[in-house]
């Protein structure tokens, strides 16, 4: 079932997201429904406080063919190396893009849906996925990653959005 997706502005993406306890049918659930948001929105990874729940979890699939699904649940980074820049975007900015500078690497570690522990080592796309939607887990947005320049510009590209009705 696919979930309203909680658009800069909304509390719940400026708090740090609290501890996933229960692994249960409801856990289950949230992350389908997930999984059907970012397809449909389309989008490559969603965290739970973008579907307005302060939770530690996220979802990624960065497939053409949706066959590379990930659950990350209380997630951890371990490492990460290099830096690779280039565009990005946000389910919760929809039409706002820029270029961001992310670790080309990242080695993570999170539990899946049944509560087991696994380690993920990701580079490229998977690796600046990994790495944006755990800072969503932060309560970091993408835009604190632009210059204040940039910063500046999106705010008044959606202060015009939201006056006409668009955001």
């Given at each position: 079932m696919k979930r309203e997706i909680s658009k800069y502005g909304a509390d719940v993406?400026?708090?740090?997201?609290?501890?996933?306890?229960?692994?249960?049918?409801?856990?289950?659930?949230?992350?389908?429904?997930?999984?059907?948001?970012?397809?449909?929105?389309?989008?490559?990874?969603?965290?739970?406080?973008?579907?307005?729940?302060?939770?530690?979890?996220?979802?990624?699939?960065c497939s053409k063919e949706h066959d590379r699904q990930y659950a990350f649940i209380n997630p951890e980074i371990i490492s990460v190396e290099g830096i690779q820049k280039g565009e990005e975007g946000c389910l919760s900015f929809p039409g706002i893009y820029f270029e961001v500078a992310r670790s080309e690497r990242v080695v993570i570690r999170a539990q899946d849906v049944n509560g087991e522990w696994f380690t993920g080592d990701f580079t490229e796309l998977e690796a600046r996925c990994v790495l944006h939607e755990y800072d969503h887990l932060e309560g970091e947005l993408f835009i604190n990653r632009a210059g204040p320049m940039r910063r500046e510009m999106v705010k008044r590209k959606i202060q015009k959005l939201k006056k006409d009705g668009k955001w």
């Amino acid at each position: 079932m696919k979930r309203e997706i909680s658009k800069y502005g909304a509390d719940v993406l400026i708090k740090k997201a609290s501890p996933v306890t229960e692994f249960d049918a409801d856990l289950k659930k949230l992350v389908a429904d997930m999984f059907d948001t970012m397809y449909e929105a389309p989008g490559v990874g969603l965290a739970a406080p973008q579907v307005g729940v302060s939770k530690r979890l996220f979802v990624m699939d960065c497939s053409k063919e949706h066959d590379r699904q990930y659950a990350f649940i209380n997630p951890e980074i371990i490492s990460v190396e290099g830096i690779q820049k280039g565009e990005e975007g946000c389910l919760s900015f929809p039409g706002i893009y820029f270029e961001v500078a992310r670790s080309e690497r990242v080695v993570i570690r999170a539990q899946d849906v049944n509560g087991e522990w696994f380690t993920g080592d990701f580079t490229e796309l998977e690796a600046r996925c990994v790495l944006h939607e755990y800072d969503h887990l932060e309560g970091e947005l993408f835009i604190n990653r632009a210059g204040p320049m940039r910063r500046e510009m999106v705010k008044r590209k959606i202060q015009k959005l939201k006056k006409d009705g668009k955001w």
